[in-house]
């Protein structure tokens, strides 16, 4: 299965036009965004668990990382509320479960072989912000020398310098909207941008984004 599987080519999705497909597990289901394999795939979607579903143990090879959007996900690790990021490096394993249910987005099998780094960071605690550009805070989440995810708020009415993302970038909008070259990216826009791109973008409303660069460098 290929979904916007062309790493080298821009990619919007607005996961709320997309049926929710049915998972291996009962009461689990998904919202492609990207997928490049059968059900063991790089991957990022939209995953929501049913109230008292959980997913069979597995291991992750190549790793996962996920966001927290709505209700708790748990594991053996504990459990996690909407506003937590966890990374889950390669090697990993878990039994993942919700009982209050929870949608979650999830990349998988996209970390680099020599990332061990579990990490736990909840956005919704104000103490880690810091001042990025004007009308713009940043949350710091994982920074390596050719990868880096944060978590970004601009302000309403925002107009941010202009940026060229020499390994990509890619968003996903938790709430609000923005705007930049391609349009408009409302509240559950996916976007993913080719490295060499440059990109301005300017919020009427206010957005905070989950955003990560680097990782498209080829």
């Known amino acids: 299965m290929k979904?916007?599987?062309?790493?080298?080519?821009?990619?919007?999705v607005d996961s709320a036009t997309l049926d929710?497909?049915?998972?291996?597990?009962?009461g689990v289901e998904r919202r492609m965004l990207e997928r490049d394999g059968e059900e063991v795939a790089r991957a990022t979607s939209?995953?929501?668990?049913a109230p008292g579903s959980a997913f069979s143990a597995h291991k992750h090879d190549m790793g996962e990382e996920f966001l927290v959007l709505d209700g708790v996900f748990s594991d053996e690790s504990g459990d996690f509320p909407k506003g937590m990021y966890v990374r889950n490096p390669p090697g990993s394993s878990h039994v993942p479960s919700s009982e209050p249910g929870a949608v979650?987005?999830?990349?998988?099998?996209?970390m680099q072989p020599d990332d061990d780094a579990f990490v736990r960071v909840n956005t919704l605690d104000p103490s880690g912000w810091q001042a990025g550009r004007p009308g713009e805070s940043i949350l710091p989440l994982f920074i390596r020398p050719e990868e880096e995810v944060v978590m970004l708020d601009w302000e309403r009415?925002?107009?941010?310098?202009?940026?060229?993302?020499?390994?990509?970038?890619?968003?996903?909008?938790?709430?609000?909207?923005?705007?930049?070259?391609?349009?408009?990216?409302?509240?559950g826009t996916?976007?993913?941008?080719?490295?060499?791109?440059?990109?301005?973008?300017?919020?009427?409303?206010?957005?905070?984004?989950?955003?990560?660069?680097?990782?498209?460098?080829?």
């Open 20 to 26: 929710w497909v049915p998972s291996p597990m009962a």
């Open 157 to 187: 009415g925002a107009r941010l310098a202009p940026q060229t993302f020499p390994g990509g970038a890619e968003y996903f909008v938790v709430e609000g909207s923005f705007e930049d070259e391609s349009g408009r990216h409302d509240q």
């Open 190 to 218: 996916w976007i993913r941008l080719p490295a060499g791109t440059r990109q301005e973008i300017t919020t009427t409303q206010g957005a905070r984004v989950w955003r990560k660069t680097g990782h498209l460098a080829f």
């Open 46 to 49: 939209l995953v929501r668990y």
């Open 104 to 110: 979650i987005l999830v990349k998988l099998r996209q």
């Open 3 to 12: 979904i916007h599987a062309d790493l080298t080519q821009p990619a919007i």
